[in-house]
């Protein structure tokens, strides 16, 4: 497993935040049974890039709190095994998608939903990772499958509410 964590922002303190977000990763991937040697990259970013970022790819003209960019339909990674039943010669870890968190968000919905940062860093983490493996939340039905999920992984770290 790969996780590449960038920090693009200088607006808001991001010690720390590497081992949770790592964990996190980890976590949702254990939740969801993947075994697969996957990439995961994430990006810190502050509220001017995320806005940016949402009105470019999403035509939304506002900011949020994290997207994600899936890289391939999550069930392809489970292709590793051919017809005769031979390991395909995969050169390193499969990369599953890309998460950016806005930290300036991040920050302020943590005081206005009165916990931690580094509890909102995880949270947005772990929505963002169910979104890569195929999650939505778009009916009410999905939706509670993914709250599921993410507060597997929140419990499994100690970080509930």
């Known amino acids: 497993m790969n996780i590449l964590i960038d ?13 949770i977000v790592k964990d996190v990763v980890k976590t949702a991937l254990e939740v969801e049974g993947v075994i697969d040697d996957v990439e995961v990259s994430v990006s810190f970013v502050d509220n001017e890039e995320i806005h940016k970022l949402n009105k470019y790819y999403r035509n939304v003209d506002s900011e949020t709190d994290v997207l994600s960019f899936p890289l391939v339909e999550f069930e392809e990674i489970y292709s590793d095994i051919d ?13 599953i998608g890309d998460i950016v968190i806005s930290l300036e968000k991040a920050r302020q919905q943590a005081m206005e939903y009165g916990h931690s940062f580094l509890r909102e860093v ?4 772990a929505h963002s990772m169910f979104h890569l493996m195929g999650y939505d939340h778009e009916k009410e039905e999905d939706k509670k499958i993914m709250r599921e999920k993410e507060e597997e992984v929140m419990k499994r770290l100690n970080l509930e509410r």
């Open 122 to 125: 995880a949270y947005l983490t």
């Open 7 to 19: 920090n693009r922002q200088d607006k808001v303190n991001a010690e720390g935040l590497d081992k």
């Open 83 to 95: 017809v005769e039943g031979q390991e395909d010669d995969l050169s390193g870890p499969e990369p």
